[in-house]
């Protein structure tokens, strides 16, 4: 008699499937290779799961009714888009009860809301949610004015009684606050760390703060990622009062993003609040819009001996070998420049140029041929590129000094005058026969090619030059008008082809191959 071997209890399928609940789409992707038993609960976890985008109430009626006839279906994202929420409050309350126990993130996005309890009981009662990204505070239509008199956390000293909320569930948090939003509407700092203890990312749009004193005994011990986007008035952007604020807090930040700074702040502050998070900042992004792109805030240099990925604008930038120079970012290996049209790069580059080893990943906008070289001198060991607003001189500059590339992004804009055309890729100028430049076939470790043209190239010569990356295997054209022929020729060859054309000749290509 054969003697029978219990099953381990992770190779049972109930289990299985209440330890899956608790994870997320990432987190289950690694489980889809230890076994088939495993391979096989991810799955059916998976193809529970659904994301639902409710407009209006029949809309809302109708995910209802789904979830009646399929009761093991599970709303795992929600957004309510532009819709009036209280117009039918007994099946918004249906939809949240019956929703709240699988949803983990919530978002809100341009509707009508005369009162936010269904929301709180919703958040309140979904023990997995933990993203929430709010954006509600439009100019209110006549006729509904009161409706924009409660937002989603109350007012922090208000005269009016407000309830104690805390949702200590949820670890991402984005909403914007209004230029001309009522001030009972607006959401503020410190209602945010009271309702949300255990934030780990906080992304806010025109963030309201009051005096730093405020903030003295207050913390945010979880939050690692800090996002804020203020507008372009000059009283509505990044300025000494909020950075006051982040000092107040002692904040230990992985992740920093700043958008539009005060041209009134004094860069010191800036730099030393920067600086003080060497130990734990990982990614930089300092950000300035055009509407005050001459603005200059030069908070550089900085040593921030663990930072990995750093993008910046031209105008926080004095000397380009404050970034260059591994002295200041060591393990720095994603650099981005966000300069715009009107950027001076020439005063930025000494004469000398630093070299940094490390950086592997550059992504560039609007740099002239000249500064271009200088730059790819300074970072000799690049795998991957991503050039926009890309012409002809710049890919040739590439072609000829960037043998060693893995992946290649090219992008071309519409208003620009020198365009990136078919001679710049191929290296054969009209009416020619004979290859008198550097061309994409120089690249021959190329595997990702992304190419987006503002006018239309000739197809059939832009090939020639194509198949001649021995290498390449994933390939997007842009704004190219795809034949048979070439597409024949071109999907034979890279295994990844995507030709942005016409949908019905595109469906008609992949049919007949």
Partial sequence: ???????????????????????????????VTVCHIWRSETHATLRKRITATISSVRLMKKFLAR???????QITELTLKKMLIDLNPKEFSLLMSRISNSLRKLTIHTCLIHSMDPVHFLIRNAPYLTHITLDTLKTPPIGYESWFRHSLLPIYGSTTPRKPLCFPGVKYFEYMNYDNAFDAAETRLVSVIEAFPKLETLFAKNLKVDDPTTYLNMRMPQLQCLFVQMGVRPMRRVNEQLIRVFEALKLKLRHIR???????MRPSVLQDWIQSHSETLRNL????????????????????????????????VKNINHILDMKYFPQLNKLEFRFQGTSNWIKIFPKTIAVHENVRDLEISYIDCTCFQKLLYGLPNLKILVLNHGNDNLLRIVFKNLTQLKSFSCHAEVEQLNEMTTAGITGINPGEDLRTCPYIGDLKLLSSLHLSFSSTPNSSILYKGILDCPTLQNLILVGLKV????????SCFVPMFFGLINEQLLIRLLHNS
């Fill in 1 to 31: 008699m054969e003697k029978y071997v219990q099953p381990h209890p992770l190779l049972l399928s109930n289990i299985l499937a209440k330890i899956f609940s608790y994870l997320t789409e990432v987190e289950l992707l690694p489980c």
């Fill in 285 to 316: 992004e300092l950000e300035q819009i055009m509407d005050i792109i001459e603005v200059s805030i030069s908070c550089f240099p900085l040593k921030l001996p663990n930072l990995h990925y750093l993008a910046v604008d031209r105008n926080f």
């Fill in 258 to 264: 700043f958008q539009n700074v005060s041209e009134i």
């Fill in 483 to 490: 034949t048979y022929c070439l597409y024949a020729s071109i």
């Fill in 67 to 73: 979830l009646e006839s399929e009761p093991l279906k």
